[in-house]
């Protein structure tokens, strides 16, 4: 019977001495075509610039290896993929439930939270709950979203009409920025905060000397 004894398969490209053909299409440091050398040749230039031979093609006939620090390389391309996940922003979508008979009060509150979450760059379902004999009066639901709808429209848009759902009726309200958007903005935001913070403390400070160092008036 077949067993496979080795190990698993490494995603990392072969460098130096692990790469084992004849000859390579050669890449030069900055990025300069060198041309087919024999590998050793190419081992050879790799050393004189202290750099590393990395085989950037393995599948190209023959493969391309290119001059680089690798360590460098592998360093800088880990900083890039965290701070690519550190800005990816997931979908949230956040609910909000409303009564089709709800008063002024309530309502305003219920849409201050729909508008800080638009502006979070999250999406949110809006269901209204409908009781008794309040079934019966669909319309009221209806009417409710579409005013609430009008009343965030600089912020988000109707991306799911409303629709009836048992003794519900939803709508889905779409924020116009997208969240990486909503994010640096909320970050630019805060920095202005802070920034115009401190050149407040700056300016009181600056105040309390001019007043310790002024002279007394003579009497």
């Not at 084992?20 to 004189?48: D, F, N, T, W």
């Amino acid at each position: 019977m077949w067993c496979n004894r080795g190990g698993p398969i490494s995603a990392e490209p072969r460098i130096n001495d692990r790469i084992r053909v004849p000859e390579v299409r050669l890449v030069g440091p900055s990025g300069e075509q060198v041309g087919i050398v024999p590998l050793a040749k190419a081992l050879e230039l790799a050393q004189e610039y202290d750099l590393d031979l990395v085989e950037v093609a393995a599948n190209a006939r023959p493969p391309v290896c290119k001059l680089m620090d690798y360590g460098k390389f592998k360093y800088e391309s880990a900083m890039k993929a965290r701070e690519a996940r550190k800005n990816q922003a997931h979908t949230v979508i956040k609910e909000m439930k409303l009564r089709p008979k709800i008063d002024p009060h309530d309502y305003d509150t219920k849409k201050g939270h729909v508008v800080r979450f638009l502006k979070q760059g999250d999406k949110v379902k809006i269901t209204i709950m409908f009781r008794g004999r309040e079934q019966s009066r669909p319309e009221l639901g209806y009417r409710l979203l579409q005013r609430l709808a009008e009343d965030v429209q600089d912020l988000g848009f109707i991306e799911s009409n409303p629709k009836q759902d048992g003794r519900n009726m939803i709508m889905v309200l779409g924020p116009h920025k997208k969240k990486t958007e909503a994010m640096a903005e909320a970050r630019e935001a805060q920095a202005a905060r802070k920034a115009s913070s401190r050149q407040g403390d700056a300016s009181a400070d600056a105040d309390a000397d001019a007043q310790v160092e002024a002279p007394a008036d003579a009497g």
